[in-house]
């Protein structure tokens, strides 16, 4: 059985050898095993803000698994549990090494985008008890909006707000992925809804009116309205891009709600031809993406507060836009 490392110190990752969750266990065939990867995906998404990541992060999950032996396998008394720890760690490390990666990134880093509300996965039953306020709601927790919160915070807020705010996981469980104490992660949690609190305003619209405000946003760009805009935007709205490096966009925020409004009638005047925009849910949000010959090349996501548009993010990365093909 491994031990914890004393608090405030990160424990290296793991090696594939069996959690410290010990017995005899219940059936561990493939199925039932495969059957906690939507589960595994869903996790890593929000953990580390881009789907190729939670894929690879996932895969090596399932490779460390698949290292034991059987016998060891069959030591685990829960499998979904050893497996959401290994996938955690793995996550803990990729954020920690994200960080120096993008400061090589070419213009600004914006989590990868996805079209629709994607898979919904229940928090797990039995977790430690949250204040309603606290709770996040996973459909929330998806939001582009939240996912660029969710960056601010370090590596260990992260995991340990997403583990038990969002997902109900206990902070002794949090403790074994993070590897600090359960008080220490206790920390770490309301840390990351403090910075929560002071980034995500509490005046969000209902569903509906943000819907509205998306498509007056829309009609009035392609009618080339600027007091349209203006009248949509915050006066300290802010619109952010992200190419890559592989797709032209402006490489610093925008910022003022008059100058979003200039900048977005300059991309309507320069609309190459067969450029169509759309109405599309984007992280479950109304949003609008752009499409040359049905081909996704650009995904507008908003941030709405009162009745403005306090944000909007810009993705034209094309490796970030893989899953948007059949949309």
């Known amino acids: 059985m491994t031990t914890r490392s004393e608090a405030g110190h990160h424990r290296p990752d793991p090696a594939p050898d069996p959690h410290p969750r010990l017995d005899t266990g219940p059936d561990t065939d493939r199925d039932t095993v495969m059957g906690e990867r939507r589960q595994l995906i869903n996790l890593a998404y929000r953990l580390l803000g881009s789907l190729a990541e939670a894929e690879d ?4 999950t399932y490779a460390r698994w698949y290292a034991m032996s059987r016998q060891q396998q069959d030591t685990i008394n829960s499998p979904g549990a050893w497996l959401t720890t290994v996938a955690g760690r793995i996550c803990l490390n990729l954020l920690g090494s994200a960080r120096a990666r993008r400061e090589t990134y070419v ?5 990868e985008p996805l079209p629709g509300r994607t898979e919904w996965v229940s928090g797990r039953p039995g977790g430690a008890a949250v204040d309603p306020a606290d ?3 996973l459909d929330e927790s998806i939001s582009l909006a939240f996912l660029v ?3 601010s915070m370090t590596p260990a807020e ?5 583990l038990h705010d969002v997902f109900c996981h206990s902070f002794a469980e949090v403790a074994e992925i993070v590897g600090r104490s359960p008080a220490a992660c206790r920390q770490l949690a309301s840390s990351a809804r403090r910075r929560i609190r002071t980034a995500r305003p509490s005046s969000t619209p209902p569903p509906a009116r943000r819907t509205g405000i998306v498509r007056d946003f829309k009609q009035a760009w392609e009618a080339k309205d600027i007091d349209a ?5 915050d006066p300290e709205a802010t619109a952010i891009a992200d190419g890559g490096g592989l797709a032209t966009t402006f490489l610093h925020p925008i910022e003022g709600g008059e100058q979003i409004a200039h900048a ?5 005047h320069r609309r190459p031809a067969g450029m169509t925009f759309l109405e599309q849910v984007v992280n479950g949000q109304p949003g609008v993406v ?7 090349v650009t995904v507008f996501a908003f941030d709405i507060v009162g009745d403005r548009i306090k944000h909007i993010w810009v993705v034209r990365n094309p490796e970030k836009l893989r899953h948007w093909a059949a949309h």
């Open 264 to 268: 977005w009638i300059e991309i309507a």
């Open 107 to 111: 213009g600004e880093w914006i989590p």
């Open 135 to 137: 709770r996040v709601t």
């Open 158 to 162: 992260r995991v340990a707000f997403i």
């Open 149 to 151: 919160v969710l960056e």
């Open 229 to 233: 805009l203006i009248g949509l935007l």
């Open 57 to 60: 992060a996932v895969q090596e």
């Open 290 to 296: 752009a499409q040359v010959d049905g081909v996704t």
